[in-house]
């Protein structure tokens, strides 16, 4: 009461109530804090997160639309590439891809060379099965990236758009060619080692297991289990589950 209507103090208590995970008191706090300062793109940005994240954690659209005025505020209030990509991510989490897209494309046209603009423009079509053009967007992404890649996840979408179309090897061409770049990406190793049991091309799914989990721990018996069965192998197949079940207080690695 000694401050009053305080940006400050409202934001500070926004702040301890989205620690303490009662986020709808954070919200309230934060739009207070904004009837105060309706240009603070802090303040406005931090209910659209809080926003966003429960639309992820339950899927429920009505955080899409509370989270819509701010998004669309962020783009008022700064029109740079960053705010309508965030913009863009908030439409596809809600599956809204027409908006998402016009997003996504905007962003780039204000910087063509964001690799984050193709990529997620990229997504809305991978996500409605619509690979080609998918494929497109993720080789540019990769383009404007040029010599030094910031960035692995165009590697990975694109090899999995091939993946799901079923060009196993253009696939493994595409994971191989971001694990190069970024060899301790555990995704991309986990792919590879998908694909390559797609391809029957055991040898290399037996050394690329014992790199992701350590030759002799319960998670790449389990792997390598699965292959030896999978190449009819069974024997060193039940022998590897066998060690696995008389193991005490092993623990799998994920």
Known sequence: QEYGDNEMVYENLAHCYE???????AVYYYKKALQLN???????????????ERLKET????FYQDALPYADRQVELTPEAYYYIERGLLHMEAGVWDKAEADFKKAAELEPD?????????CVYKYQEKYERAKELFRKSIEVMGDKPETLIAYGNLGNCYERTGELQRAVEWYRRGLDLFPDN????????????????????????????????????????????????????????TSVADMKNGVLQA
């Open 186 to 241: 555990r995704n991309l190793q986990v792919d590879l080692l998908r694909v390559y049991k797609k391809l029957e091309w055991f040898d290399l799914a037996l050394e690329r297991a014992s790199k992701l989990y350590g030759e002799g721990t319960p998670r790449w018996k389990l792997e390598a289990g699965g292959i030896y069965a999978q190449m009819k192998k069974y024997d060193k197949a039940l022998s590897l589950f």
């Open 59 to 62: 899927g429920e659209l009505d």
């Open 114 to 122: 964001n690799t984050y603009a193709y990529n997620n423009w990229g």
């Open 38 to 52: 309706p240009e603070n793109p802090r303040i406005n940005g931090n209910i659209l997160t809080i926003y966003v």
């Open 19 to 25: 620690d303490m995970g009662n986020w709808r008191k």
